[in-house]
């Protein structure tokens, strides 16, 4: 697949986004991927949450929201999968159109609102993978979202805690969304903290007798100074377990081409990049360096990548650069974080974690 991706490519961006997004799923789902089983190098094995991770490079949440791919996924080389968005209803999300490419800044607008089919199709799914599937022992984290239509946010989340939590190797509570409204506001002090109290008294409750999942919360990147630094201390004082950083971005850059800037939604891609390793620094900061973040946003090289480690991520994930460049965009940004790490002398990717504030 990854050999072939440069022929298929121009078939793909021929479709509607969405439509190439279906035909991709469903080519990992009948085993279309590459079987290559070479390990990424010693150097970026590292244990995170209490979980050992041979890459730290992973799939971002969004492109397997009914986890229907997870062994595709994981096939490709990534170290780990998060799967979701999950609601615990199926809803179809916004009217379609609803995904927007633009080749030349490689960039994705996307305002698809949460579509799926909902906690039980999701959870088949997810057992099924875990039951049959090649790599079944692979590290999947679980991305959770309300659905538009509930009042009290808390019942959807913490709902959707104590389903998966016994299964999942990691829960990711997304609050960072622009397509669900009002989504964005549980991001404030006076409603994240009892969300996350709820939910961890929901996770407990969940795992009395099982493994119980570390619990991580993912930020928009249009956060100000003050709003940071009012929700790191909202997250310590939760004790949550980490943090994904970040989100799609409301920005739209003047450069742009006007009719793909005019759309809404989240703007995600190189434009992005900066304004989510500038943020991922800043909560390092703001956290002492206590909670693992994993860190997303226009990573389409090793470099980039890096660049977010040595801000402060643990782990990393991709999604529109793959949409561009293909599988194999994996296996070269384990390569070259490799030699990153052997440039700047450190024998392991631990050991880079926040260099830049060191």
């Given at each position: 697949?990854?050999?072939?991706?440069?022929?298929v490519?121009?078939?793909?961006?021929?479709?509607?986004?969405?439509?190439?997004?279906?035909?991709?799923?469903?080519?990992?789902?009948c085993?279309?991927?590459p079987?290559?089983?070479?390990?990424?190098?010693?150097?970026?094995?590292?244990?995170?949450?209490?979980l050992?991770?041979?890459?730290?490079v992973?799939?971002?949440?969004?492109?397997?929201?009914?986890?229907?791919?997870?062994?595709?996924?994981?096939?490709?080389?990534?170290?780990?999968?998060?799967?979701?968005?999950?609601?615990?209803?199926?809803?179809?999300?916004?009217?379609?159109?609803?995904?927007?490419?633009?080749?030349?800044?490689?960039?994705?607008?996307?305002?698809?609102?949460?579509?799926?089919?909902?906690?039980?199709?999701?959870?088949?799914?997810?057992?099924?993978?875990?039951?049959?599937?090649?790599?079944?022992?692979?590290?999947?984290?679980?991305?959770?979202?309300?659905?538009?239509?509930?009042?009290?946010?808390?019942?959807?989340?913490?709902?959707?805690?104590?389903?998966?939590?016994?299964?999942?190797?990691?829960?990711?509570?997304?609050?960072?969304?622009?397509?669900?409204?009002?989504?964005?506001?549980?991001?404030?002090?006076?409603?994240?903290?009892?969300?996350?109290?709820?939910?961890?008294?929901?996770?407990?409750?969940?795992?009395?007798?099982?493994?119980?999942p570390?619990?991580?919360?993912?930020?928009a990147?249009?956060?100000?100074?003050?709003?940071?630094?009012?929700?790191?201390?909202?997250?310590?004082?939760?004790?949550?377990?980490?943090?994904?950083?970040?989100?799609?971005?409301?920005?739209?850059?003047?450069?742009?081409?006007?009719?793909?800037?005019?759309?809404?939604?989240?703007?995600?891609?190189?434009?992005?990049?900066?304004?989510?390793?500038?943020?991922?620094?800043?909560?390092?900061?703001?956290?002492?360096?206590?909670?693992?973040?994993?860190?997303?946003?226009?990573?389409?090289?090793?470099?980039?990548?890096?660049?977010?480690?040595?801000?402060?991520?643990?782990?990393?994930?991709?999604?529109?650069?793959?949409?561009?460049?293909?599988?194999?965009?994996?296996?070269?940004?384990?390569?070259?974080?490799?030699?990153?790490?052997?440039?700047?002398?450190?024998?392991?990717?631990?050991?880079?974690?926040?260099?830049?504030?060191?």
């Open positions: 697949m990854s050999i072939l991706f440069p022929l490519r121009p078939i793909l961006h021929a479709m509607d986004a969405e439509t190439a997004h279906h035909m991709t799923l469903k080519a990992l789902k085993g279309l991927y079987k290559d089983r070479k390990q990424p190098h010693p150097s970026l094995k590292q244990t995170v949450f209490g050992h991770f041979t890459s730290p992973g799939m971002a949440a969004g492109f397997d929201k009914n986890a229907e791919a997870l062994d595709g996924l994981l096939a490709y080389g990534f170290g780990f999968v998060e799967a979701g968005t999950v609601t615990p209803k199926p809803q179809e999300g916004n009217p379609r159109p609803r995904i927007f490419r633009d080749a030349k800044s490689r960039s994705v607008i996307n305002r698809m609102g949460f579509p799926g089919g909902g906690a039980d199709v999701f959870m088949k799914n997810y057992q099924s993978f875990r039951q049959h599937g090649r790599h079944r022992h692979g590290i999947i984290g679980i991305n959770i979202g309300k659905n538009k239509d509930t009042a009290e946010a808390i019942d959807d989340y913490t709902a959707l805690i104590e389903t998966p939590a016994p299964y999942a190797d990691y829960l990711t509570v997304n609050i960072s969304s622009h397509n669900t409204p009002g989504l964005r506001d549980l991001q404030k002090r006076e409603h994240l903290l009892p969300l996350l109290e709820a939910m961890k008294t929901a996770r407990a409750k969940a795992c009395t007798q099982m493994k119980v570390p619990l991580l919360v993912k930020l990147p249009d956060l100000n100074v003050d709003d940071c630094a009012a929700i790191a201390q909202t997250v310590m004082d939760a004790e949550i377990d980490g943090l994904v950083l970040s989100n799609t971005t409301l920005d739209r850059p003047a450069d742009l081409p006007g009719d793909f800037r005019s759309q809404t939604g989240g703007l995600s891609g190189p434009h992005v990049r900066h304004k989510s390793t500038d943020i991922i620094g800043r909560f390092y900061k703001l956290t002492d360096g206590k909670l693992p973040i994993i860190g997303v946003g226009g990573i389409s090289s090793g470099a980039d990548a890096y660049a977010k480690i040595r801000a402060g991520a643990s782990l990393v994930q991709l999604y529109t650069a793959l949409v561009f460049e293909g599988p194999g965009l994996v296996k070269r940004i384990h390569d070259e974080i490799a030699d990153l790490l052997k440039r700047d002398g450190f024998r392991n990717i631990s050991s880079a974690i926040g260099a830049d504030h060191k």
